[in-house]
């Protein structure tokens, strides 16, 4: 007997989850939406656009590879000498303290 829709749906779920996928929710607003299609579009001159899916995850993996970089490039605490990224450190607020200046050389900047 055929399996029905509920019953697709979670065997669906149970392979994605065996797999490590996870799905997400994301909410954009509509200059938002407007300028992800437009960079799907303008990165595949020519060809079919990206997926919007594809799109993120691919920026997704580009962050973390320009990430892992800068990780690389930072040194120690000024302070306490630990290897940064420091997560925590007696000296916060010191201005030689990793914790208190040097995370931003990691934040997304727009």
């Known amino acids: 007997m055929p399996k029905s829709p509920a019953e697709r749906k979670a065997a669906q ?3 994605q989850s ?8 994301l ?3 509509q200059q938002e939406l407007v300028m ?3 960079n799907c579009a303008a990165r595949r ?9 594809e799109y993120l995850t691919m ?6 590879a320009e990430l892992q970089d800068l ?8 302070k306490c000498g630990d290897k940064a990224p420091v997560i925590s450190c007696p000296c916060a607020g010191d201005s030689a ?3 208190t200046n040097g995370w931003q050389g990691l934040k997304l900047v727009i």
């Open 13 to 15: 779920r149970a392979r």
């Open 18 to 25: 065996a797999s490590g996928t996870r799905k997400i929710e």
């Open 27 to 29: 909410q954009l607003d």
């Open 36 to 38: 992800l299609e437009q």
């Open 45 to 53: 001159p020519g060809r079919e656009p990206y997926e919007l899916s």
């Open 59 to 64: 920026l997704i993996r580009r962050d973390n």
């Open 71 to 78: 990780l690389k490039m930072v040194g120690n605490c000024g």
């Open 97 to 99: 303290c990793w914790v």
